[in-house]
């Protein structure tokens, strides 16, 4: 559930909203098995341990919950340096801090936040690669069916946002 929820954020939220804030960076280098490592395998790994494993569960003892997450959350964003990519990170952190709350899983959020990277690369890649970098309209993310991918996509997220918050 969590991954679903996670995965229907990033196609119908996140990266949409990453490739329109973000015109002119070609920067991304594929190519480079080291950098897509680090993206995917090591910065999740090391970002969580830090952020969740020792912010956020240093955070929960002095504050409530939503307090807790959020000012993590913030510290999160903040720590990413990128404007594009701080609203996104800050609520990536509000999820991933939520999940950490619930399922006191530390591997948990590592493996979320690895998805999330994995699936930004692979739509950055497709877009970059196939896609019309010279946006006017929201079918120049995805295409002519760009309305029919994020609308669904967010109804998912909300949907499952809720069952999760709920349990």
């Given at each position: 559930m969590y991954?679903?929820?996670l995965t229907a954020f990033q196609i119908g939220l996140h990266i949409p909203t990453y490739i329109v804030l973000d015109l002119s960076s070609k920067s991304i280098h594929f190519s480079n098995y080291l950098w897509?490592?680090?993206v995917v395998f090591l910065a999740p790994i090391i970002e969580e341990i830090i952020f969740r494993g020792i912010?956020?569960?240093g955070l929960l003892t002095s504050y409530t919950p939503i307090k807790a997450i959020l000012i993590s959350s913030v510290v999160f964003g903040l720590i990413h340096f990128n404007?594009?990519?701080i609203p996104q990170a800050i609520v990536s952190g509000i999820y991933l801090g939520f999940v950490f709350y619930k399922t006191k899983s530390l591997s948990a959020?590592?493996?979320?936040h690895s998805i999330a990277n994995l699936l930004s690369l692979?739509?950055?890649f497709f877009h970059y690669e196939y896609g019309n970098t010279d946006i006017h309209s929201i079918n120049d993310i995805y295409g002519y069916l760009s309305v029919y991918i994020i609308l669904p996509c967010l109804f998912l997220f909300s949907y499952t946002l809720y069952i999760i918050i709920k349990k």
């Open positions: 991954i679903l929820c897509l490592f680090n912010i956020l569960r404007v594009q990519q959020v590592i493996i979320l692979l739509s950055l």
